[in-house]
Every structure is written in C-alpha cells, then in structure tokens.
C-alpha cells in the first residue's frame, strides 16, 4: 500500500481589525486579552493532538488577519508545530497579511521566523473599490507592502484581488490586473465578489442599496482575467487561482492539498482537518474553544466518516474545479469503479454544450465550464 501523500497543517488566527461587510470568514476585532487567550488555546491544542509520525510539508497562516499578530508569536507557533509533527525541512509555509498591518519590520520578522511565502490581500489598486470592500488598507498601503515584502527578501509572494464589483467596468478590472502583474508576483488568486448569506453585504443586495454586476459582466470579467493572466505567463491552475509559470508552476503546495484530497490538519476555532477517510472541524466559537483547553479538553466540534460516495462527490468536485480535471485512471483506481462507464452520458453532454473536454485519460472543464464548475459537477455526481 502507498503511504499517503504529506499533509498540510493550517493554523487559524481568529482576529481582524475591522470586518469587511462582504467577509463569512470566522473572526472578530477581538481584544489584546482575548488574542493573548487565543494564543495560549491554540498551543494547548498544539500539544494535545501532537504527532510526531505525521508528516507534513506546508504551514499555512490563515485567518482572520495572521499579520495583526508579531512575528514572535508566529515563530512560536512555527516552532511549536516543528517539535510536535514532523514538519519536513523544505516545507512551505505561508502567512496571508493585510497590506494594512504590516511594516518592513515585521515582514522581515516573518521571514526570520522561518516563513517563506507571503500572501497580501491586496484585493484591488483602486481606492474607491476599497472603500467599497471596507477594507482598512488603500491603493497606496498595497504598494508599500509589497515593496516591504521585497526588501524583506519574500521572492514567493502572491497577491489576492475581487472582481465583479457592482458598476465595475473591464477597464477598471484591467487596470487592476495590470497594477498586479507590475508587481511581478508569483502566484495570484482573483476571487468573484460573492455575496455571502448573513453579510453585510448580501442585505444591501437585498434592500436594493446596491445592484451586483449582471452575470454576464462577471463572466466577462473572469474571461478576461485568464487572458491576461495566461498571456503574461501565468499558469491558470484552480477557478480562481493563476501561479507563475515554470516547472513547477509557482503554486500555492498548500492549496493543492485541498483540491487533491490529501490530508490536512486544521488548529484554531472553525478549523477543518481532514485525513483521508474522517473529517473533523472545530466549532467556530473562541469562547468555547479556550475554555475547553483551558481544562485540557479538545474543543468543541464535530466529525464525520465520509462514505465512498461522499469521498468520489468530493473528488469530482474538486477536481472540476482545477484546470487538469479528472484523471480518470486514477479515479477508477482510488474508488474501484469504472469511471468512464459511470460518467459515459453526463460526460457526453458537458462536452457537447462546450462545457468539459476530454482526451480520454482526463476530463477538465473548459473556460467557460470553468464559470458552472459546480453545477458541472454535480451533473456528474449525480450518476452515482
Ligand atoms: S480582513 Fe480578511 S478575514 Fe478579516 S474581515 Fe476582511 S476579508 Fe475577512
């Protein structure tokens, strides 16, 4: 039997200076107290599930605002995770940072701290999407980060932008995009705007206060987006993911894990952890997860064994969502089934309405496909 692949480890930071109304993330302003609290919590939850057979091969800082805590306390945390998992010497390890927080200092600290890639939440180059955004940073921060994050030696840095803004034109995205490749990063993540249930956001979209860009617009959006990117060498990876060509391309190891089912371990409240075959999650609640740590309990959460079918829903799913598509050979190995019999009619159409290619060895979805890959899988999934 093959031994599984490495896993990944994410550490959640649960604190943001101020929450953007388009945000579902779990975090909160917080308090010094409350992030000294936290950090306590999470190295008991460090310690209690340690495993020094678990091999892992990336790190990554996410939140929440992982830049609002000091590199001190991130080297912390980096050391703990390397005396308690094996934590290999190559590995990748990631820290998203908003252009707001940072200074040359503290990215310096970072790197010190062992940190190797850095991810800024630019999100745009224009101050009155910002503003929209109600982010904490503008176009002028942006730029100083990331020539903060340069002189502090971070070669591996990658940038995330919104598109599909309500009124956003394809100029204004270009001049965005152009403003992002200027800063010749490695990788490049461009989110549709999304308006998640229960944000700020989504009830201006339904009191009418502010009208989302038609559909079309934003596929429009997202077309142009992958020429831009791919003809400036980029190497459209995932829906929303572009990572700097070369071999191998400058992706994000840690994000793959994901999309490829390998494992993940997930510390933090709201975390997820995956290993193969059993999800858990921690509840999304810092009170509660500080106080079951405090008395030497895990925190509060849920899991689940996932059945074959959940396991090949979820692989189609996430295959879909990549640009390779489905290896059907390695589908029908992992799962024992003969895919392309499974799939033989939902295959067929999605390749008839232009939606999903195939060679016979993959099955990827096309741009356009690219735009429904959910809904594309779920045609799929529906066949078993
Ligand atoms: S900074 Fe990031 S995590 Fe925090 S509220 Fe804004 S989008 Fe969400």
Redesign the pocket.
């Known amino acids: 039997m093959s031994s599984p692949p490495p896993a990944g480890i994410y550490i959640h930071l649960p ?6 109304p ?4 779990y ?1 909160e302003v917080g308090t010094e107290e409350r992030r000294r609290s936290f950090l306590v919590a999470l190295h008991q939850e460090l310690a209690l599930r340690a495993d020094r057979n678990l091999d892992a091969d990336s790190l990554y800082f996410g ?3 992982p830049s609002q805590f000091a590199p001190v306390h991130i080297c912390a945390i980096i050391d703990r995770v390397s005396a308690l998992f094996h934590l290999s010497q190559d590995s990748e390890i990631t820290l ?1 940072a ?1 252009p707001g927080t940072v200074t040359r200092e503290a990215l310096e600290g970072y790197r010190a701290a062992g940190v190797n890639r850095i991810n800024l ?1 630019a ?1 745009s180059f224009n101050d009155e999407n910002l503003s929209f ?4 940073h503008d176009a002028r921060d942006a730029r100083r980060a990331i020539a903060a994050a340069r002189r502090a030696g971070f070669t591996d840095l990658g940038l995330d932008l919104i598109y599909g803004l309500p009124g956003q034109t394809r100029q204004q995205w270009q001049a965005d995009l152009e403003a992002a490749l200027a800063a010749a990063p490695a990788h490049l993540s461009c989110y549709m705007l999304t308006y998640a249930p229960g944000t700020p956001l989504d009830e201006a979209r339904a009191a009418e206060r502010i009208r989302p860009l038609p559909e079309e617009a934003v596929a429009g959006l997202f077309e142009l987006t992958v020429e831009t990117l791919t003809a400036s060498g980029f190497v459209h990876y995932e829906v929303s993911n572009f990572a700097r060509g070369g071999s191998p391309p400058a992706w994000s190891r840690h994000n793959r894990k994901y999309w490829n089912g390998a494992p993940y371990f997930g510390f933090g409240p709201a975390a997820h952890s995956f290993d193969g075959s059993r999800r858990s999650w921690n509840k999304p609640d810092l009170d509660a997860y500080c106080k079951a740590l405090d008395r030497g309990y895990p925190p509060p959460g849920g899991r689940e064994v996932l059945t074959r079918e959940q396991r090949m829903t979820e692989a189609v799913f996430l295959g879909l969502r990549q640009t390779e598509g489905i290896d059907i050979g390695d589908f029908q190995v992992r799962f024992a089934v003969d895919a392309e019999q499974l799939f033989d009619r939902a295959m067929a159409d999605l390749v008839d309405e232009g939606l999903a290619a195939t060679d016979g060895r993959r099955f990827w979805l096309t741009r356009r496909g690219l735009l429904v890959a959910d809904a594309a899988a779920l045609r799929l999934a529906s066949c078993f």
């Open positions: 604190f943001c200076l101020r929450k953007c388009y945000c579902d993330f975090s939140g929440g605002t998203e908003n939440g999100q955004l109600g982010r904490i």
